[in-house]
């Protein structure tokens, strides 16, 4: 497809169960990032990779958190034991160059909702 | 550490009024700026963004935004609203070094009356 693909859109799961998020990004984009948007917190950067490495993982906020990408293309978020704050909004999104200056093509989303 | 504030986390206008988003930045060296736009359950769609040059940039549906450097402000602002532009709105930041991701603000909920 043209833009950036997240799968699952929807995705409800007991807490402490693992739960991974998808996302195909627009093809030739060397750049991807995620993002968490949670109600009145805004977008809240995780991880940005440049091709299959993370030059920058500053924003998983805890070591049940990881992500990883490879052929430089599918990223794959992991959640591990997850718990009821991990419930929010999943945003993917990826950029031809990583640069600042190279505006991101951002997908829908994966609503996450831990019970 | 670089920071991107949104004063104004909900705005009413009313439709065909004027309108004027507020963002200010925090950062040690001018950075490339940004606003994108949310829709109820759509991605987010970048609006415009500013580079370097005119302080004044336009971008898609009818909105513009002005840089200052004086103020470290980048607002966002449409002369007329139409009801099709109710939606979240965010300010977001680049530093100009390689390698690191926008930070978005908080974002500014619009509403628009009729």
């Known amino acids: 497809g043209a833009g950036v693909s997240q799968s699952p859109s929807n995705k409800v799961t007991e807490k402490g169960k693992d739960v991974e998020l998808r996302c195909d990004p627009i093809s030739g984009h060397t750049a991807l990032y995620w993002y968490r948007q949670s109600l009145g917190q805004g977008l809240e950067f995780l991880i940005y990779?440049?091709?299959?490495?993370?030059?920058?993982k500053s924003g998983l906020p805890s070591d049940r958190f990881s992500a990883e990408r490879t052929g430089g293309s599918v990223s794959t978020l992991t959640i591990q034991r997850t718990q009821q704050e991990d419930s929010a909004v999943y945003l993917c999104a990826s950029s031809y160059q990583g640069s600042g200056n190279s505006p991101l093509h951002f997908g829908n989303g994966t609503r996450l909702t831990v019970t | 550490a670089q920071s991107v504030t949104q004063p104004d986390i909900h705005i009413t206008v009313s439709e065909g009024a004027s309108l004027e988003l507020r963002c200010n930045y925090s950062?040690?060296?001018?950075?490339?700026l940004f606003w994108y736009v949310q829709s109820p359950g759509q991605g987010l769609q970048l609006l415009l963004k500013?580079?370097?040059?005119?302080?004044l940039v336009q971008g898609i549906k009818g909105f513009e935004a002005e840089f200052k450097r004086s103020q470290s402000s980048f607002n966002l602002r449409k002369p007329s609203v139409h009801w099709s532009d109710a939606a979240e709105y965010f300010c977001a930041v680049a530093p100009r070094e390689a390698g690191t991701a926008l930070i978005f603000g908080k974002g500014t909920t619009l509403s628009v009356s009729s």
């Open positions: 950062y040690g060296a001018t950075p490339y």
């Open positions: 990779f440049q091709g299959n490495s993370a030059p920058d």
């Open positions: 500013y580079f370097s040059g005119d302080t």
